[in-house]
């Protein structure tokens, strides 16, 4: 059993700062991929951003580059991503997603998280 749990979610207004955290747990790989979706009301599931637990490569969305960063804690197997600059199109649910392969693919992956509520006000 994986468990995902995301927190760090909330409401801020536009231009300002949130960082989220997913934590994982159970039986799988240490050194496996780890990332981020969204969805807004409405809309499709979206990529955001990702992290090769291997060589720490990452991966975003366009639309989100340069204002979020993802980054990894291999010692307590958390991902973060780092917002600024948030945009009220920002707005929706965030889900955290991790492979259960050692070997880099792309996502979406086996494991979800619960998700967590980004709201930016305008």
């Known amino acids: 059993q994986v468990q995902l749990v995301e927190s760090g979610g909330g409401l801020v207004q536009a231009g300002g700062s949130l960082r989220l955290s997913c934590a994982k747990s159970?039986?799988?790989?240490?050194?496996?991929?780890m990332g981020w979706f969204r969805q807004a009301p409405g809309k499709e599931r979206e990529f955001v951003a990702a992290?090769?637990?291997?060589?720490?490569?990452?991966y975003y969305r366009d639309s989100v580059k340069g204002r979020f960063t993802i980054s990894r804690d291999s010692a307590k197997n958390t991902v973060y991503l780092q917002m600024n600059s948030l945009k009220p199109e920002d707005t929706a649910v965030y889900y955290c997603?991790?492979?259960?392969?050692?070997?880099?693919?792309?996502?979406?992956?086996?494991?979800w998280g619960q998700g967590t509520q980004v709201t930016v006000s305008s």
């Open positions: 159970g039986r799988t790989s240490s050194r496996a991929a």
């Open positions: 992290i090769s637990w291997s060589d720490g490569r990452t």
């Open positions: 997603n991790a492979d259960r392969s050692e070997v880099f693919r792309p996502p979406p992956w086996d494991y």
